[in-house]
């Protein structure tokens, strides 16, 4: 089991909006859907785009440099780049889709934490 850290308060994060968190030295992204909260990673797997900064749709976070769409449930790739075929294959060769990472979340009166795993 890793380290419970406080990342935030319930009333900081509006139902449908994400933000950037700061937890052990890490850049968090954590997300409100549905009254459910969802930390990841903040930085796409692409070329390092801050999460936070781009679009989300339920949960699905959208990277603000080029597109690529991660699942904020499991991390995956629903959409590796947003350019058109050709080059969309491209990037593909050159940089293969990779998830992003998430954390478990665990809120407690109004306190929002999620579980740092220690370094392998």
């Not at 700061?22 to 997300?31: M, T, W, Y």
């Not at 590796?80 to 060769?93: D, E, Q």
Request: charged letters at 20%.
């Amino acid at each position: 089991m890793g380290n419970l850290v406080s990342i935030g308060k319930m009333a900081e994060l509006e139902n449908g909006s994400m933000k950037e968190v700061v937890a052990e030295g890490r850049e968090i992204l954590l997300a409100r859907v549905e009254g459910k909260y969802y930390a990841t990673d903040n930085r796409c797997t692409h070329v390092g785009g801050k999460l936070s900064q781009g679009k989300l749709a339920g949960t699905v976070v959208t990277c603000p440099r080029h597109g690529s769409q991660f699942n904020l449930n499991d991390g995956q790739v629903v959409r590796w780049l947003n350019l058109p075929g050709p080059l969309s294959a491209i990037g593909r060769m050159i940089k293969p889709p990779q998830p992003i990472g998430t954390y478990a979340v665990k809120v407690e009166d109004d306190t929002i934490f999620i579980e740092i795993q220690p370094p392998a």
